[in-house]
């Protein structure tokens, strides 16, 4: 197979009480394992078999809306499974923090900004934190696109996302997204973060 859904770093419940088991477990095995079945499906015998998720998602206008929904879906739960842990350090720190000031004037101003992304996107999708360059934006996409397309309105390197699917949260919060959003800043890796902006 093409695309291995990835084992996670942490045990299912290790997020408590932020995000519950139940909805990992489910997320994890069901949904992310779904977009990674259905994506090497997609691919395999085409001429996109073998190549990396980046390079097919930033060419995905010239394929089917299979490989942009499960190849978006295959790239985005890796990242935000790795941009999540448990008992990380609290807040940025380092050129990310420089950037992050540099680019919002604050933590808390980026914080705002994210969290209005989160919160005013529509239906399904994601809020983003973007590499453009030595600056950041933030971003939101519907669905499973992310800036890495091709057909994304902000286009860069993601290097924080939140998933807002209610399949994401729905458990625990039911219809308050806005409190699964606050709780994710409990769990964010910025370790991994700061990774991927110097990547
Ligand atoms: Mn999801």
């Given at each position: 197979m093409s695309f291995e859904l990835p084992k996670l770093?942490?045990?299912?419940?290790?997020?408590?009480?932020?995000?519950d088991a139940r909805t990992m477990e489910i997320h994890h095995g069901k949904h992310h394992g779904a977009y990674t079945n259905n994506l090497n499906g997609a691919v395999?015998?085409?001429?996109?078999?073998?190549?990396?998720i980046e390079e097919i998602l930033a060419g995905v206008?010239?394929?089917?809306a299979v490989v942009r929904n499960n190849g978006g879906g295959f790239y985005n739960h890796n990242l935000y499974w790795e941009v999540m842990a448990p008992g990380g350090a609290k807040n940025p720190a380092g050129e990310l923090l420089d950037a992050i000031n540099g680019s919002f004037g604050s933590v808390q101003n980026f914080k705002e900004a994210f969290t209005k992304a989160a919160l005013t996107r529509f239906g399904s999708g994601w809020a983003w934190l973007v590499r453009q360059g030595d600056s950041l934006v933030v971003s939101s996409t519907p669905?499973?696109?992310?800036?890495?397309?091709?057909?994304?309105?902000v286009k860069g390197t993601p290097i924080l996302g939140i998933d807002v699917?209610?399949?994401?949260y729905y458990l625990n919060y039911q219809n308050r997204r806005p409190d699964y959003v606050d709780a994710f800043w409990n769990v964010v890796n910025w370790d991994e973060v700061a990774r991927r902006f110097k990547g």
């Open positions: 770093s942490y045990a299912y419940n290790a997020l408590e009480p932020y995000i395999q015998g085409t001429a996109l078999e073998g190549k990396k206008s010239a394929h089917s669905n499973q696109d992310n800036p890495l397309m091709d057909v994304a309105e699917w209610e399949h994401a």
